[in-house]
């Protein structure tokens, strides 16, 4: 039997998964997807934030393109496929659990369809982006028009398709691709450790109040604004129902909650 695609462990309340076939950079193949699906289908109870980490020194290849070679997919066949990572990857973004994905190397392709499903990206400074699927003579089948889209702008999206752009950390940064960089080169643990401080930092939320933010921002913004408002007004009534809000806001209201400020 040919080993897992993921490894899973937990940390307290965080569900840490991660990707480990570093020897074909974190290529997904189909049962690799199918893998990630099981997941975040079946996250264990208790967990309330996800930590999304790589093996080795690529963060995902994307598709695995020999798997795609060798298997001469036609049109039908390829669409299953595309749709098994478009299950997946909603089950990521909209599962109700926070997804933080500490990013390192190449982020190409699939790999950045796979991170675009994520709620936080944080990245080490030698990550790269890219989407190479013109040059492959392919497109992207695993969300990347709508999610990656949306984070980049459809115009950004298509400049980078049409001319193969890789951009560095920097740049993914500034595009909204990576929300931290840290750390250098090479080297993911910084970038592993502050995704894991945030994951913590995310669990300590009211569970309603993290299942409002990843579930309901993405579709809202598929509504009109009439609609849009009434759904988010019924997510806030919602929230409002969570065992713990009286007892958040009386923290609050008894001075004993700490207040909103910038980091020191
Ligand atoms: C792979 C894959 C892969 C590596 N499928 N096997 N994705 C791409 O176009 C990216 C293709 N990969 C690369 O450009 C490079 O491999 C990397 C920049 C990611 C890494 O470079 P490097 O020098 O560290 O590794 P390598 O020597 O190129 O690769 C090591 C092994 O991983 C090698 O296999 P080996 O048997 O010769 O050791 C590679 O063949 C293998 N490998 N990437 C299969 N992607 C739902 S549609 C989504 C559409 C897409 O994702 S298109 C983007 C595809």
């Not at 998964?17 to 997941?39: C, F, G, M, Q, S």
């Not at 890789?166 to 595009?175: C, K, M, R």
């Not at 929230?239 to 207040?259: I, Y």
């Amino acid at each position: 039997m040919s080993e897992p695609f993921l490894l899973t462990s937990v940390d307290g309340n965080v569900g840490i998964v991660t990707l480990n076939r570093p020897h074909k950079r974190n290529a997904l193949d189909e049962a690799a997807v199918a893998e990630l699906d099981d997941y975040f289908s079946h996250v264990p109870a208790g967990i309330r934030a996800i930590l999304l980490t790589a093996e080795g020194e690529h963060f995902c290849a994307g598709l695995d393109l020999k798997e795609h070679h060798d298997q001469a997919r036609g049109a039908v066949e390829f669409l299953k496929v595309c749709q098994a990572w478009h299950r997946a990857f909603d089950k990521i973004q909209h599962g109700g659990i926070p997804v933080v994905a500490c990013l390192q190397g190449a982020v190409v392709g699939g790999g950045l369809e796979l991170a675009s499903a994520a709620h936080v990206r944080v990245a080490d400074q030698g990550t790269f982006f890219s989407l190479p699927e013109g040059t492959r003579g392919i497109f992207t089948g695993g969300g990347a028009t709508v999610r990656t889209a949306r984070i980049l702008s459809s115009p950004r999206m298509v400049e980078m398709m049409l001319t193969g752009r890789v951009l560095d950390a920097a740049e993914g940064h500034t595009l909204g691709l990576a929300h931290y960089v840290c750390g250098t080169p090479k080297t993911p643990e910084p970038a592993r450790q502050l995704g894991l401080a945030l994951a913590r930092k995310i669990a300590t939320n009211a569970v309603l109040s993290n299942y409002a933010i990843v579930s309901s921002l993405s579709r809202i913004a598929d509504m009109s604004a009439t609609d849009g408002l009434f759904a988010e007004g019924l997510m806030a009534a919602v929230v409002q129902t969570g065992a713990d809000v009286q007892q958040r806001l009386g923290d609050f209201v008894n001075k004993k909650a700490p207040k909103v400020r910038l980091a020191a």
